[in-house]
């Protein structure tokens, strides 16, 4: 197991084409060193390459505070080793890489779930879209002091800047910077996927933003492709909204990202919408960083012991007690031996706020003799969500 140097790149680039398919052509991206981001080999006796995966350099908002993240992506085994615990080596080299480069949590989107879960990985939450018929959705009237104008790749850092505001309000969501986020030079065009955006302002500042792509034809099977869909506030989305309802003469339907409690959810009619999702997976890195590096809510105090068991990440594992008071968190080694067992996976699924201690314990993510309810103080914070795949 060793980090992949610049000449072997396309070998792993055709290892993840055999497993997931793909362009006969890689992307530039897929043959760049990129900073921060490390991909990983295994080899056997031979020197050949049997798997390969890679580590992003995320962070994610939590609390309104930056928390460093392992994002896991292109985990792919040759079909001849699999089984073997190629898999799961290569997990526990980029666990042990990802904490001593400061790591405190880590996520993925599984393409399969037992190989993650077997390893520590539990799902946390969906990365989720709906599909909403144009004609249905709402056209204000009154604009409330939104003007609407046509952006370009010029206006992208600002889109960035506003994504931000938005984004740190929510648990989970990444913040955007560094690794691939960080690749395209000042002048790129629009993304790819992207054939125009729309900005909303107030007094000249942006307060939402939609990417979109067109797709072809004015047809029934013609539909509107929404990447990025941002609003700071209420009159922001209803404008947004608004232009969408616009294309209900050339596409019948729109798909668009969704942010559960965001102000989209309170204007679209998602009571019509076709759901569509893809799971996340969540663990944790090192959990003293996890608790000690992210924001809790103000006003929950309280403390709670427990003996945790991981076998992949054995510094997280024993005894610890969590504390939570003024918005800032605490895990200390336990004096005594604690009378709840939480496994890491149920770690991973409280700390993301998506379930309870008593439902971790139906679960069988929890054991003991104490009442696992008050293991929802690890729980203690809103859901997480993700908006970008990885």
Known sequence: ????????????????????????????SALREVDGVVRFGAFDDA???????????HEHWWGGRRVSSAGVSGVAVRPESRGGGVARAMLGALLEHARERGAAVSALYPTVSDVYRSAGWEVAGVLGAVELDTAGLPRPRDPGGVALRPGDAADLPLVTDLYEQVARTH??????????????????????????LTLAEVDGELTGALLF??????????????????????????????VLAGWRTVTRTV?????????????????RAEHSGQVWMHRPVDVVRAVETRGWPAH???????????????????????????GAGTLTRAAREPDLALDVRGFGVLYCGVGT???????????????????????SGPAAQLLDYF
């Open 171 to 196: 648990d989970g969501l990444l913040t955007r910077r560094g690794g691939f986020f960080d690749l395209e030079p000042a002048d790129a065009p629009l993304p790819r996927g992207v054939d125009a």
């Open 300 to 326: 929950v105090r309280g403390q709670v012991a427990f003996r945790l068991g991981d076998a992949l990440a054995p510094w997280n594992a024993g005894a610890w007690e969590l504390t939570v008071a003024d």
């Open 255 to 271: 798909r668009v990202p969704l942010l559960a409690g965001d102000p989209f959810s309170m204007v679209l009619p998602l009571e």
């Open 213 to 242: 792509g067109r797709g072809r034809g004015y047809g029934p099977d013609a539909r509107l492709d929404v990447t990025t869909l941002l609003a700071r506030d209420a009159p922001a989305a209803r404008a947004l909204a608004g």
């Open 357 to 379: 201690g008593r439902s971790a314990a139906q679960a069988g993510l929890v054991g003991g003799t104490g009442d696992p309810a008050a293991l929802d103080l690890l729980a």
């Open 1 to 28: 197991m060793r980090p992949l140097t610049a000449d072997e790149l396309p070998a792993a680039w055709a290892l993840g084409r055999l497993a997931f398919g793909g362009p006969d052509e890689p992307p530039p």
């Open 47 to 57: 020197g050949r390459l049997v798997g390969k995966t890679t580590e992003l350099p």
